[in-house]
């Protein structure tokens, strides 16, 4: 029988929040796999807090190939990686999309290269954070790197939403990912969403993540639920819509909004905790 920690959770539980006092929110999105759909989750919670009235900056983390200007259809000049150069200003790397969200674009993206070590690495990501105070949340698409995602947990001290799919490979892959966060930060806040799924394939699947995160980790990690196939969200971007003009109707968007809530309250209302819903203790085992 699995500790009680492993217990299934979804949708009902109270909100967290693991900002400092005073500072602003930090969301990494993350996934052991690359794949499953960090950017658009990543995407999605940006425009959903900027909805609600946030001030948002969406930080694109990847090092080689990064997307998240295009699924915004901004052609900025500088990205973070810019910033391993001293002579590029933070302030300059910045994108506005709308009134309240602004992007910071990733990959080799006008001047940016990709950081050559750990060290340009972190360089990048220390300079980065004096913009951290004009926004109320940061939100990294942070990909499936290790380095990367290792250095923005380290430096940024995130709450961690991890993306994942259904096939095991996803899922052993994001638990040697929860393995190797909770090595360097013991208190991480982590939970986890299972993408282009519906609830009980979500269910079933994250089962053996919080399984194993509690038999072998002796932790525990909040299942989110399911964000939905969303055929036609696809379509539009693959269309040449930006992902903004794609929302209307959208029902990975609209989950997303009760995702963000959970894991990033907005600042403008009090956390109102509800009764936690559980599902039956599980039987598997490990060995």
Known sequence: MLPNA????????????????GGPELLLVASGKGGVGTSIVAALSALSAAERGDRVLLV?????AGSMHLLFGARPAHGVWSLVDARIHAEDVATQIGNSLFLIAGGAVGSAAVPANDAERRAALTRLAHLYA???????????????????????????????????????????????????RPD??????????????????????????????GRSIEVL?????DPCLQAAVGAGMTVRDALDGSPAADTMRGVL???????????????????????????
């Open 6 to 21: 492993a217990t299934l959770r979804l949708h009902n539980g109270a909100p967290r929040s693991s900002a400092k006092r």
């Open 188 to 217: 991480a806040n982590i939970s986890v969403v299972c993408n282009r799924h519906g609830e009980a394939v979500a269910a079933e699947a994250c089962e053996y993540l919080v399984g194993a995160c509690a038999h072998f980790l």
């Open 134 to 184: 004009g926004y109320d949340l940061i939100v990294f698409d942070g990909g499936a790197r290790l380095d990367t995602l290792s250095a923005i947990g380290e430096l940024a001290d995130p709450t961690v939403l991890l993306v994942t799919s259904a096939d095991r490979l996803a899922l052993a892959a994001n638990y040697a990912l929860v393995k190797s966060l909770h090595a360097r």
């Open 261 to 287: 809530s959970r894991v990033v309250p907005s600042r403008s209302t009090a956390p109102r905790p509800t009764a936690m819903q559980s599902s039956p203790p599980s039987s598997r085992r490990w060995s």
């Open 60 to 64: 694109d983390a990847s090092e080689i």
């Open 225 to 229: 639920g399911a964000v939905p196939d």
